[in-house]
């Protein structure tokens, strides 16, 4: 198992667009790696965003979308909103065995 | 589809706790089921896992709560439970119950290891 990594924190703009990235010690991020993406507010539960790369839940809304690039799992939103501001945190499974990365705190400003 | 938890609480170094996870609205029988554990240092960590009943209810855990936590379910009752032996000061957590794909999340509850 490796460690996975993410972005401390990042701001954005409203209405702008930006790239949380996740990670891996042992190499590049593949489909293989089942990578997942999700949102955490203060005091709640986390809630799943994308799962295996690019899948959206049904209550995933549009402006998020999930990718691979440049060995690693992106997360990017497209016109940030208010409530977008938020812990986001992703995931790698090692042969069924999941890491977490340490979360990209996110601040619209 | 609701995960409800319980069962946390405060514990001394050594002692055991059991964690319920009740659903409603889907077969935890049926669905791959997870406890995963948060902390303000260290995050999420995901703390293992069950398969569905058709594939042997197989159970994997983390290296740091292999050997001293429990995974089980009463499918009757659709239940999943954690129980937590020989816990340590780094066990404080929150524990969530989640399913398949992440997709829905226990409200988590507070366990607490100190003496």
């Known amino acids: 198992q490796g460690v996975v990594t993410q972005e401390s924190s990042v701001t954005v703009s409203p209405g702008g667009t930006v790239a949380l990235t996740c990670g891996s010690s042992t190499g590049p991020v593949t489909s293989d790696h089942y990578p997942y993406w999700m949102q955490q507010k203060p005091g709640q539960a986390p809630r799943t965003l994308i799962y295996e790369i690019s899948k959206r839940h049904s209550w995933t809304p549009a402006r998020f979308s999930g990718s691979l690039l440049g060995g690693k799992a992106v997360l990017t939103l497209s016109g940030a909103q208010a409530e977008d501001e938020a812990d986001y945190h992703c995931?790698?499974?090692?042969?069924?065995?999941?890491?977490f990365g340490g979360g990209t705190k996110l601040t619209v400003l | 589809v609701q995960l409800e938890n319980s069962g946390g609480g405060w514990v001394k170094p050594g002692g055991s706790l059991r964690l319920s996870c009740v659903a409603s609205g889907v077969s935890l029988s049926d669905t791959w089921v997870y406890w995963i554990r948060q902390t303000p240092g260290k995050g999420l960590e995901w703390v293992g896992r069950m398969k569905r009943k058709t594939e042997g209810a197989t159970v994997d855990y983390a290296a740091p709560v292999k050997g001293r936590f429990t995974m089980s379910r009463e499918d009757s009752e659709n239940i999943l439970y954690l129980q937590m032996n020989n816990v340590e000061t780094e066990d404080t957590a929150i524990y969530f119950c989640t399913t398949a794909t992440f997709a829905y999340w226990g409200q988590g509850t507070l366990v607490a290891v100190s003496s």
């Open positions: 995931s790698v499974s090692y042969n069924g065995y999941v890491v």
